[in-house]
């Protein structure tokens, strides 16, 4: 998932496994969606195949909320349940299946990632474009790719824990440390110019001390 230094970010590694599963079945379109744990609802991370690729950046950036979904809900819903992967060869006839983002799915196959028994989320590819429905080889490959891609993803997140902040979502102090090292070398390397800024939040105390720590946190976020 990452080398010293060359870590993909999560949205990468998501557009990779999203951008091969739909190739490899020579779908239009699809979406990843992960568990959130908070709250227990599947929401779309990235998408592949729209129209304007703006609206997919704005997703990927959060700035777009699209439809969540909780476990029943829907076929992303359903698979997040049960845990088994489910074909729709007509959505217009499919009782289940729920347009609510507009997406004009034809055929639909949808798979969980799933790591030890534990789903953490699902991958969706829609309209194989050969306007026919989705087949068992379809699912077959696209089943083994999902469960590779559910160990990538949960690597990447004990990843992202080891080296960033809970709260504030920042590098921590060690990484940061790594990583300046390896700037100052590279500097010196190639005889460049190299810039450190530091930041502080004054008297931060009393606004712990004045309004309580969930406001100081807040205050940091």
Do not use: W
Request: hydrophobic share 45%; charged share 30%.
């Amino acid at each position: 998932v990452c080398l010293a230094g060359r870590a993909l970010t999560c949205i990468k590694l998501l557009h990779l496994i999203l951008d091969r599963a739909v190739d490899a079945v020579d779908a239009d379109s699809g979406s990843l969606m992960l568990l959130d744990e908070a709250t227990d609802l599947l929401s779309v991370r990235v998408v592949a195949g729209l129209d304007d690729p703006s609206v997919a950046r704005r997703i990927e950036a959060g700035e777009v909320q699209c439809a969540q979904f909780a476990r029943g809900d829907g076929v992303a819903g359903q698979v997040l349940a049960t845990g088994k992967p489910m074909r729709v060869d007509d959505t217009t006839e499919d009782e289940v299946f729920v347009d609510r983002e507009g997406c004009h799915a034809r055929t639909l196959l949808c798979l969980p990632l799933t790591v030890d028994g534990t789903v953490i989320g699902v991958l969706n590819v829609t309209n194989q474009s050969a306007e026919r429905a989705f087949d068992d080889d379809d699912l077959e490959l696209l089943e083994a790719m999902a469960s590779q891609a559910a160990i990538a993803i949960t690597r990447m997140r004990l990843y992202e824990m080891a080296i960033r902040d809970d709260l504030t979502g920042l590098l921590l102090r060690r990484y940061i440390m790594n990583r300046l090292r390896q700037e100052l070398r590279r500097a010196v390397r190639y005889d460049d110019d190299l810039t450190v800024m530091m930041c502080d939040i004054d008297k931060f105390k009393r606004v712990n001390d004045t309004y309580g720590h969930a406001a100081g946190d807040a205050v940091l976020v």
